[in-house]
């Protein structure tokens, strides 16, 4: 660029000087001067050849007078002698004066002339007495000294035109020259003036290439190709100003169901290239509707489809099944033939108006399809809307509720179904709220666990149960759960440690509760901060035990203190034998690891007996106790002497 | 025509200045496109009667600068009514040159009687000499003003 720059200004400015140095020579060379010196030199031959005739003709008027002897004739040889004396005075100055100062023969020639010419007047005076011969003698040596000099004069001036005309050749060939020069350089410049042009202009272009690039990069996702957020976000800006009263815009939230377990299984490679695949078929089934639609990757397994369709002809439900039909058949990756399901939520903006909130509604609808279970198409409906308000106004709130202890513990005893003494208590948090009255923990703490909350809830819990625990007899053990967030990002350990310490409950009476999930997330960490905390003395407890994955490897790896089935095993064992072996298996299990087995949700009788009769020895539920605040914990029996009064009391309250 | 030319000679002389009674002698006769009579005769002392206007100019036939006093041609034009476009000037020489009748009101060329001060002698190219400013106007030094510029002038006549 810069060498093209500065040839570019090499002749550039080699165009200009030439430029000057030919208009500086063409006006010098044209000059007035030199046109005066030209129209002197025919003056000077003009004046030369009227001399010669001037002579002439006063030679003539004096022969004629020597013929006549008439006085006129006289008189007219005088006056062409006085015409004659004059153009001799017109040679001897001005130009005539510098023509002759320049030839020195002619100038000696013509001073002898003007001596001639001066000795004839005498001779004139006595005519015709002097006799002609002398005066024609004398005029015949004047007439060669005036041919020299009008010859001369002639000559010189030809040789002075052809000397003028070589030079003016030149001078045109110079002019030509200079011409030609400018030519060139003018042509080279405007050829480098061209060649920059297209340098610039494929630099433009390169430009505009590469604008379009990132512009693609910046509105599409890098693995899929399909839109992003932005993309998403444009159109929908653009809808809202350009939607028509016979047009629809479609939203539909997808959120793959299980995809984690499948990047956990297949690793991220795998996960990569189901994505691809799926973004290709949901591209292809997007572009397969008529309309301006759009299918978008808005997070790492979210979908977002936008069809902007005609209103008649547009069957929403029917669209939405076929979606789902979509994930029917197994998609071909890379990695081989994969399945994978999604719960989808979908929203309908008929009004340019509602097209700001369309998103917001399908992700709505999806949230709760999520929570419905796998597999869930659900359309936006107001009331979700009104329970995202609820759920936003418990968001608010909860950090309030937690600084104002407004959350505390109830706590549901557990038993020895054998014998049925009590044997323990589980700490369940409860918000009874100002407004809208009491809040389950099914709503709250998954609230708590995305917004950090649940940190400050888990100790609270904590501290709680280990204060209130040590107005019980010393066998009662309290359990508290622990969540994922928790273990992830607090120092569990120390919180232990301190809590066990400032309250001096002994570490055997306090057992803590993960669920699988947890384990799964993180397998290496959680193991490893259990074992420290079991190292304190404190017990760990598996919940829901059943309803996952039931790894065999962290079940080995981990010397869990109890194993607590699931409620969900209580009600299949009424019907289902299959789930009585199960239970069986599990119960061989747990002897196998030395862990005790609990059961939860144990609501009547009949179900109490069974898992009685299946061996199991503890178990919690509505038949024993629902949960209880504190207050009413201390007027509890809890002796073994007094336990068929507690079961008989137990189970009427049961049935409040 | 005799007549002028016996006049000349008495008032030139042979080289020498005009006398008094020497410039009522008859120098230019006007022919031609003229109002009234077909010739007007002038003399000196008639041509002085008319503004004078002066030129100081180098030309190519002196030497340095010099002083000429005259009668501009329109002048003598309008004051003998003479029409036209073209003049013919005949000099004592025969030397004839035409004068476009445009040039009087473009260059003012001034019909001199006086070089320096003093009447001119047929041996100042006298009596009468058509002089140009070539000072003040440079672009008439040129062959075509040169040749107009007609002196020992004996006749002019309007075409």
Redesign the interface.
């Given at each position: 660029m810069t060498r093209v720059n500065l040839w570019h200004m090499a002749i550039l400015g080699g165009f200009l000087i030439t430029h000057f140095v030919f208009w500086t020579y063409f006006y010098v060379s044209y000059s007035?001067e030199q046109?005066?010196v030209?129209?002197?030199d025919?003056?000077t031959v003009?004046?030369a050849t009227?001399g010669r005739?001037?002579f002439y003709?006063f030679s003539s008027s004096v022969n004629r007078y020597l013929n006549t002897n008439d006085q006129?004739d006289l008189?007219?040889v005088?006056?062409k002698y006085?015409?004659l004396?004059?153009r001799m005075?017109?040679w001897s100055?001005?130009?005539?004066?510098n023509f002759l100062n320049n030839s020195p023969e002619e100038n000696s020639v013509f001073e002898q002339l003007s001596y001639d010419l001066s000795g004839l007047?005498p001779m004139l005076q006595n005519l015709p007495n002097e006799g002609g011969s002398t005066v024609q003698t004398s005029l015949q040596e004047i007439a060669k000294k005036v041919e020299k000099i009008a010859g001369r004069s002639y000559q010189s001036s030809i040789e002075r035109f052809a000397a003028e005309r070589r030079d003016f050749q030149d001078r045109l060939m110079t002019e030509k020259r200079i011409v030609m020069g400018l030519l060139v350089l003018a042509t080279c410049l405007l050829a480098v003036v061209m060649r920059q042009n297209w340098i610039l202009k494929q630099a433009n272009a390169q430009i505009a290439g590469d604008t379009n690039q990132l512009s693609f990069m910046a509105k599409h996702d890098a693995l899929t190709g399909l839109a992003n957020r932005t993309l998403v976000d444009e159109h929908l800006r653009y809808a809202s100003e350009h939607l028509a009263a016979d047009e629809v815009l479609l939203a539909v939230a997808l959120d793959l169901d299980g995809f984690k377990a499948i990047n956990d299984t297949l690793g991220h490679a795998g996960g990569d290239a189901l994505l691809v695949a799926l973004s290709k078929r949901l591209n292809d089934y997007v572009d397969g509707i008529p309309g301006k639609n759009l299918a978008a990757r808005v997070g790492g397994d979210e979908f977002l489809l936008l069809f902007w369709c005609r209103k008649r002809g547009m069957e929403f439900e029917t669209t939405i099944r076929f979606l789902a039909g979509q994930f029917n058949s197994p998609l071909d990756t890379t990695i081989g033939s994969l399945l994978v399901g999604t719960s989808i939520g979908y929203a309908v903006a008929t009004e340019r108006e509602e097209i700001e909130s369309v998103i917001l509604n399908a992700d709505l609808a999806l949230t709760e399809a999520k929570l419905e279970g796998p597999g869930t198409a659900l359309r936006f409906a107001t009331p979700m809307r009104t329970r995202l308000e609820r759920r936003l106004q418990i968001e608010r709130e909860l950090p309030n509720a937690l600084q104002n202890s407004l959350i505390k513990p109830h706590y549901q005893l557990q038993f020895n179904i054998v014998t049925g003494e009590p044997i323990g208590l589980e700490a369940l948090a409860r918000w009874n709220h100002g407004d809208i009255g009491p809040v389950s923990p099914m709503e709250f703490i998954p609230i708590a666990e995305a917004s950090g909350d649940i940190v400050e809830l888990g100790r609270l819990m904590l501290r709680a149960a280990c204060r209130d625990v040590l107005f019980l007899p010393d066998h009662m053990r309290v359990s508290v759960n622990l969540s994922m967030i928790q273990l992830l990002n607090d120092d569990v350990i120390a919180l232990v440690t301190d809590t066990l310490r400032e309250t001096g409950l002994s570490p055997n009476r306090l057992k803590l509760e993960v669920t699988e999930s947890v384990i799964m997330h993180n397998v290496d960490l959680v193991e490893s901060v259990l074992s420290k905390i079991q190292e304190l003395g404190v017990s760990i407890s598996l919940d829901d035990f059943g309803t996952g994955y039931s790894a065999l490897s962290y079940l080995s790896n981990f010397k869990w203190d109890e194993l607590k089935i699931d409620r969900s095993f209580v009600i299949a064992c009424e019907t289902s034998p299959k789930a009585l072996n199960i239970v069986n298996v599990i119960k061989s299990l747990a002897d196998k690891m030395n862990a005790d087995l609990l059961v939860e949700g144990l609501e009547t009788r009949e179900q109490a007996d069974t898992f009685r009769k299946l061996g199991c020895r503890y178990g919690q539920g509505y038949y024993f106790s629902k949960p209880i605040p504190v207050e009413q914990l201390r007027e509890f029996p809890m002796n073994v002497d007094q336990e068929e009064k507690t079961l008989t009391k137990l189970g009427a309250a049961a049935h409040n | 025509m005799l007549r002028i030319l016996a006049g000349l000679i008495l008032v030139l002389g042979l080289g020498s200045a005009a006398t008094a009674e020497d410039i009522d002698k008859t120098v230019l006769t006007i022919s031609g496109k003229i109002s009234g009579e077909e010739s007007v005769d002038l003399s000196i002392r008639q041509l002085t009667q008319l503004s004078r206007v002066s030129y100081t100019t180098s030309t190519p036939w002196h030497d340095g600068k010099v002083s000429f006093e005259g009668v501009l041609l329109g002048t003598l034009m309008k004051h003998v009514g003479a029409t036209g476009e073209n003049a013919e000037f005949i000099a004592l020489n025969e030397y004839r040159s035409t004068l476009p009748v445009s040039d009087f009101k473009e260059h003012s060329p001034l019909l001199a009687y006086m070089k320096d001060g003093k009447y001119m002698t047929i041996r100042d190219k006298g009596p009468l000499f058509v002089i140009y400013p070539f000072d003040d106007k440079p672009e008439l030094k040129t062959e075509v003003f040169f040749s107009r510029s007609v002196w020992q002038i004996r006749s002019i006549e309007f075409r």
């Open positions: 007035i046109e005066q030209r129209s002197l025919y003056d003009w004046s009227n005739n001037e003709r006129s008189d007219d005088l006056l006085e015409i004396l004059a005075d017109t100055s001005g130009s005539f004066k007047s | -």
